[in-house]
């Protein structure tokens, strides 16, 4: 599923207008987004945990010459699916 798919899914569910529904989606990618950033952590009781790790800095190999690199630290957005939703998905 596509963003104007899921835009046009979640406007028949809701009964709202594709554009309204469209404003909504953007508002939430863009609360979620600012919150990560922030580094705090959003929860959505019965659906998952949206959250940022810190990854350390390791050492890996370079794809073709196998020669050692040093892979910086960064930090990953993650989410982490809540029990309610892992229940619906193994039905």
């Not at 800095?57 to 040093?70: A, Q, Y």
Request: zero cysteines; glycine letters at 6%; a positive charge.
């Amino acid at each position: 599923m596509n963003k104007t798919e899921l835009i046009s899914a979640m406007a028949e569910k809701a009964e709202l207008s594709k554009k309204d529904t469209e404003k909504v989606l953007k508002a939430f990618v863009d609360v979620v987004s600012d919150e990560l950033v922030k580094g705090e952590k959003i929860q959505i009781v019965g659906f998952g945990t949206f959250e940022v790790v810190e990854r350390k800095e390791r050492e890996g190999k370079k794809p073709g010459t196998d020669e050692i690199i040093t892979i910086p630290a960064s930090k990953s957005p993650k989410f982490k699916a809540g029990k309610a939703l892992k229940d619906k998905v193994n039905v």
